[in-house]
């Protein structure tokens, strides 16, 4: 399967892009960005040199991916969610030396509108609440919300929130789909 690449994107020579994927409107992507197979790139993405997308993701409109940046397999960036790359910019300060490196995991979902301050490791399959705003790393099937986020519960690698309290030793079905999660202290898997 071709890459599909509209007329007024711009992607740098040296850039990789997987069979399948598609790059829509008013995209740049950089000479050095690695991205996987059947990944979508909607209008007005800007994704950076040193960044790697695995296959499968999805990026919403209005999304910038910048330096440092890694998403594995399967994440979910909703429109215009946001990622930085410096913790304490400042304009008259030169601060690229000072990246920070931002990992979002397998399956994870960042909701629409939604902060990832860098440095942060997002796990797999975590669920970030639109306008969240995220300042530290998230458990593995993770719900957050608020600003700063804070857990409210557990998410099914379905999408859908599981009956678990957030501590403790417990056991759910997913609904949808029947695979079992265990929670174990504050640590969920998938059975």
């Given at each position: 399967?071709?890459?599909?690449?509209?007329?007024?994107?711009?992607?740098?020579?040296?850039?990789?892009?997987?069979?399948?994927?598609?790059?829509?409107?008013?995209?740049?992507?950089?000479?050095?960005?690695?991205?996987?197979?059947?990944?979508?790139?909607?209008?007005?993405?800007?994704?950076?040199?040193?960044?790697?997308?695995?296959?499968?993701?999805?990026i919403?409109?209005?999304?910038?991916?910048?330096?440092?940046?890694?998403?594995?397999?399967?994440?979910?960036?909703?429109?215009?969610?946001?990622f930085?790359?410096?913790y304490?910019?400042?304009?008259?300060?030169?601060?690229?030396?000072?990246?920070?490196?931002?990992?979002?995991?397998?399956?994870?979902?960042?909701?629409?509108?939604c902060?990832?301050?860098?440095?942060?490791?997002?796990?797999?399959?975590?669920?970030?609440?639109?306008?969240?705003?995220?300042?530290?790393?998230?458990?593995?099937?993770?719900?957050?919300?608020?600003?700063?986020?804070?857990?409210?519960?557990?998410?099914?690698?379905f999408?859908?929130?599981?009956?678990?309290?957030?501590?403790?030793?417990?056991?759910?079905?997913?609904?949808?789909?029947?695979?079992?999660?265990?929670l174990?202290?504050?640590?969920?898997?998938?059975?």
């Amino acid at each position: 399967m071709a890459v599909k690449i509209h007329p007024s994107a711009i992607v740098d020579e040296g850039a990789q892009i997987g069979e399948g994927s598609r790059v829509w409107h008013f995209v740049h992507v950089c000479g050095g960005a690695r991205v996987g197979r059947n990944v979508s790139m909607g209008q007005n993405v800007f994704v950076g040199n040193r960044v790697t997308i695995g296959d499968n993701c999805k990026i919403q409109n209005n999304v910038s991916v910048y330096d440092n940046v890694h998403l594995e397999e399967g994440v979910f960036c909703g429109p215009s969610m946001v990622f930085t790359n410096v913790y304490n910019p400042r304009s008259l300060i030169e601060r690229k030396s000072e990246y920070r490196d931002t990992l979002v995991k397998k399956g994870a979902t960042l909701g629409a509108n939604c902060t990832i301050v860098c440095g942060v490791t997002v796990g797999e399959f975590a669920f970030v609440g639109a306008g969240a705003v995220i300042n530290k790393d998230v458990p593995a099937y993770a719900l957050m919300v608020g600003v700063p986020a804070r857990q409210i519960g557990w998410m099914s690698e379905f999408g859908e929130q599981l009956d678990l309290p957030l501590t403790g030793n417990a056991e759910t079905t997913c609904a949808h789909t029947g695979s079992v999660y265990k929670l174990e202290g504050n640590k969920v898997t998938k059975v």
